[in-house]
T-cell receptor, first 113, second 111 residues
């Protein structure tokens, strides 16, 4: 069963506009959520994270929102830049889980000039 | 900066061969992980290790084994490679809190 789901395989956004990537999870034990960015032929790099005690975390152009009641999180990128074109993975972890991460399927974001 | 290195970027092996994928991290992290990434499936955990000589199965351990003889080194072994093990293999080590640092990946093709 897929505990973390990214239902949009791809997303195309105009440069300068807002990119919104979505992620849903089913396991209510998850208490920490992360977003990773991956370029082709490279390993994923950490982007931003949020603890379940918060509903928003911001870092420059990147903001992650967490809606625990809906078991939903989203990543907002404002403004979008061509270098943001990559595959984005959301991941979740449970405190008791030996710091294992469960990843979503990924969303390929393309920023058009 | 944390650095996680993997022994090969690209590897081509034949069916039935024994394959070793090496991963080294330089930050004295205790926890290390092996994932495979396949299109539409995201990253799936194969094995992880939380200490030297300690290992635990992840979600898809079948056909794989691991070795952790030193803290900085975590090896993934394909005992008898099969075509369905063609994939991108990613090693990671974990810092605090929960941030996993990934190596560049090994693209393995089994023919």
């Amino acid at each position: 069963d897929q505990q973390v789901k990214q239902n949009s395989p791809s997303l195309s956004v105009q440069e300068g506009r807002i990119s919104i990537l979505n992620c849903d999870y089913t396991n209510s034990m998850f208490d920490y959520f992360l977003w990773y960015k991956k370029y082709p032929a490279e390993g994923p790099t950490f982007l931003i994270s949020i603890s379940s005690i918060k509903d928003k975390n911001e870092d420059g152009r990147f903001t992650v929102f967490l809606n625990k009641s809906a078991k939903h999180l989203s990543l907002h990128i404002v403004p979008s830049q061509p270098g943001d074109s990559a595959v984005y993975f959301c991941a979740a972890s449970a405190l008791q889980g030996a710091q294992k991460l469960v990843f979503g399927q990924g969303t390929r974001l393309t920023i058009n000039p | 900066d944390v650095k996680v290195t993997q022994s090969s970027r690209y590897l081509v092996k034949r069916t039935g061969e024994k394959v070793f994928l090496e991963c080294v991290q330089d930050m004295d992290h205790e926890n290390m992980f092996w994932y495979r990434q396949d299109p539409g499936l995201g990253l799936r955990l194969i094995y992880f290790s939380y200490d030297v000589k300690m290992k635990e199965k992840g979600d898809i351990p079948e056909g794989y084994s691991v070795s952790r003889e030193k803290k900085e080194r975590f090896s993934l072994i394909l005992e008898s490679a099969s075509t369905n093990q063609t994939s991108m293999y990613l090693c990671a080590s974990i810092g605090e809190p929960y941030e996993q640092y990934f190596g560049p990946g090994t693209r393995l093709t089994v023919t």
